[in-house]
């Protein structure tokens, strides 16, 4: 039985319904780039990576070796991934600090990774964004990326 998919590369994933890890093959269909991963109890994923395989494929040169962070925050438990938040067996800095600063979206984009379709309406303080921030320096020392979504806090940085 052909395929109509070529083979590009293994990796370990999760499952977006139990959040077990599991295993997942990188695939080209025609010009765009999937995971395609299964979960015993959950049954086939289809991921889109990429609308632009050539694109895809030619970023990797652009991966670097591992980083380990400034300060690892927990001991492992679970293992990796699911001991989440610079466990012990973390080998990578944080690529892009993510500090969510609300949770009030409620626009459930598919592809949004802040999951924010809360109905508690939680707005964090100033004052626990400069905390986290400052946690954030303490293990990448000088980070080169941070996302966070709020007008007020994008005024602490234009307003050093």
Same mark, same amino acid.
């Given at each position: 039985?052909?395929? !109509?998919?070529?083979? &590009?590369?293994?990796?370990?994933?999760? =499952?977006?319904? #139990?959040?077990?890890?599991?295993? /997942?093959?990188?695939?080209? $269909?025609?010009?765009?780039?999937?995971?395609?991963?299964?979960?015993?109890? @959950?049954?086939?994923?289809?991921?889109?990576?990429?609308?632009?395989?050539?694109?895809?494929?030619? %970023?990797?040169? &652009?991966?670097?070796? /591992?980083?380990?962070? !400034? &300060?690892? %925050?927990?001991? %492992?438990?679970?293992?990796?991934?699911?001991?989440? /938040? *610079? =466990?012990? $067996?973390? +080998?990578? @800095?944080?690529?892009?600090?993510?500090?969510?600063? !609300?949770?009030? =979206? !409620?626009?459930? #984009?598919?592809?949004?990774?802040?999951?924010?379709?809360?109905?508690?309406?939680? &707005?964090?303080?100033?004052?626990?964004?400069? +905390? *986290?921030? $400052?946690?954030?320096?303490?293990? $990448? /020392?000088?980070?080169?990326?941070?996302?966070?979504?709020?007008?007020?806090? %994008?005024?602490?940085?234009?307003?050093?």
């Amino acid at each position: 039985m052909e395929k !109509n998919y070529i083979f &590009f590369d293994t990796t370990r994933s999760l =499952c977006p319904k #139990c959040k077990k890890v599991i295993d /997942g093959k990188i695939v080209v $269909e025609g010009k765009k780039v999937y995971m395609l991963k299964r979960c015993i109890e @959950h049954g086939n994923f289809k991921i889109l990576l990429s609308t632009d395989a050539d694109y895809y494929i030619n %970023s990797l040169k &652009f991966n670097k070796p /591992g980083q380990i962070p !400034n &300060f690892k %925050s927990k001991k %492992s438990d679970k293992g990796c991934p699911l001991d989440c /938040g *610079l =466990c012990e $067996e973390h +080998e990578q @800095h944080t690529c892009l600090g993510l500090i969510e600063i !609300n949770d009030c =979206c !409620n626009l459930n #984009c598919q592809d949004c990774f802040a999951n924010s379709s809360s109905k508690n309406k939680h &707005f964090m303080t100033l004052k626990k964004f400069k +905390e *986290l921030l $400052e946690y954030y320096k303490k293990c $990448e /020392g000088e980070p080169q990326v941070l996302s966070y979504l709020s007008l007020e806090a %994008s005024q602490l940085f234009i307003h050093k």
